[in-house]
C-alpha cells in the first residue's frame, strides 16, 4: 500500500507560481511511476504530468509543457509540481497520483494510488 498527501496548494494570481508537493509512504519510492492530474468543476479529471525515475522518462500535457515541471527526491518520498506562468484554466484540484512499474501512462485508470488532493485557484 501507498499513501500520498498533497500539499502546497492555494490562491495565486496569473502569471505567479506554485510548487506542489506529494509526499509519500513506502520503502522504495523510485520504483513507482508518479503522476499528477487534475479536476475542474465539471471537467473530468485531466493529466498533467507524470514522471518514470526508473525508466528516466517524463511527460507533460500540452497545456502545461514549457509551464510546469516536475521533479522527485527519492530520499524524501516526495514528489513536485513547480507551476509557473500560471493561468486562470489551471485552476482546479490537484491529484498525485502512483503505480508500480517503469512506464509512463497519461491514463488515470492505470494508477493505483491516489492523494486527497490540493487545490488551486489561479485569479485573473
Known amino acids: 500500500q501507498v499513501l500520498l498527501v498533497e500539499s502546497g496548494g492555494g490562491l495565486v494570481q496569473a502569471g505567479g507560481s506554485l510548487r506542489l508537493s506529494c509526499a509519500a509512504s513506502?520503502?522504495?519510492?523510485?520504483?513507482?511511476?508518479m503522476g499528477w492530474f487534475r479536476q475542474a468543476p465539471g471537467k473530468e479529471r485531466e493529466f498533467v504530468a507524470a514522471n518514470s525515475w526508473s525508466g528516466g522518462s517524463t511527460y507533460y500535457a500540452d497545456s502545461v509543457e514549457g509551464r510546469f515541471t516536475i521533479s522527485r527526491d527519492n530520499a524524501k518520498n516526495t514528489m513536485y509540481l513547480q507551476m509557473n506562468s500560471l493561468k486562470p484554466e489551471d485552476t482546479a484540484v490537484y491529484y498525485c497520483a502512483a503505480r508500480l512499474g517503469a512506464v509512463l501512462s497519461t491514463s488515470s485508470t492505470v494508477y493505483n494510488y491516489w492523494g486527497q488532493g490540493t487545490q488551486v485557484t489561479v485569479s485573473s
Open positions: 513506502g520503502r522504495t519510492f523510485s520504483s513507482y511511476v
